[in-house]
Each structure stands twice: as C-alpha cells, then as structure tokens.
C-alpha cells in the first residue's frame, strides 16, 4: 500500500509538470496514479477525478474503458505526430525507427479500439 501510494505521489507529480511543459504528456501519467491511489489512498484518487478538464476522462478510463472522441483524435494525432518526429530523428537507425513505429503503432490500435461510449 506504501509503495502503491509512494509511486502514485511521483505519477502526480510527473503528470503536473505537463501542464507546464506542453510536450510534456499529463494525462498518461494521472491515469497511473489513479490507478495507484485507487487502493492506497481513494481520496487522492477522487481528487484526481474530481480536477476540471483532466478528471472526468481518466475516471471514464478507468471505470469504464472508454475514450471520448476528443480523447482518441489527440491522442492519435499525437502519436501520429511522435511517429514523424522519430522518422526524422532515427533516420538511418532502422532497427530504432522500426521499433518506434512498432510501439507506436500498437498505442495507435490500442487508441483506436476503445470504445467512445461507456458500456449500457
């Protein structure tokens, strides 16, 4: 439960520096501490849930297993974006660039399999 609690302080943490830092992802990160506190400390976890904008989402995915369809286009584009970036930046390095593309081609699917709208 300590560690569990410990790991979901630092995902916190980790998550606010990307409201500052735009290339910084938060959401991944708050999703994980979420599902930290959801035992160690169920407080921190509403508290999660309860932060305007980034709240309610998580709480969907995690409670239901869903994405908006405002959550599924930015994350595909942003992905879609970080695929581009990796071509330019590991060009030349093909097993690098292949398994980058891998990887972000199985979030891509992932992404695009969730449901939009929580099960009746």
């Known amino acids: 439960m300590m ?3 410990f790991l979901g302080f630092i995902l916190l943490g980790l998550g606010a520096i990307g409201i500052f830092l735009p290339v910084w992802p938060t959401t991944v990160f708050w999703i994980g ?3 930290c506190f959801a035992r ?3 407080a921190m976890r509403d ?3 309860g932060r305007p904008g980034f709240g309610p989402p998580i709480r969907d995915f995690i409670e239901d297993g869903t994405l908006s369809r405002k959550s599924k286009s930015g994350a595909l584009v942003g992905m ?3 695929g581009g970036i990796s ?4 060009w030349g390095r093909w097993t690098w660039l292949a398994a980058a593309l891998v990887l972000i081609a199985c979030g891509m699917a ?3 399999t969730r449901p939009s709208d929580p099960p009746a």
């Open 3 to 5: 560690i569990a609690r």
């Open 33 to 35: 501490a979420a599902l």
């Open 40 to 42: 160690s400390s169920p």
């Open 47 to 49: 508290w999660i849930y």
């Open 80 to 82: 879609t974006l970080a």
């Open 87 to 90: 071509t330019a930046f590991l």
């Open 110 to 112: 992932y992404v695009a």
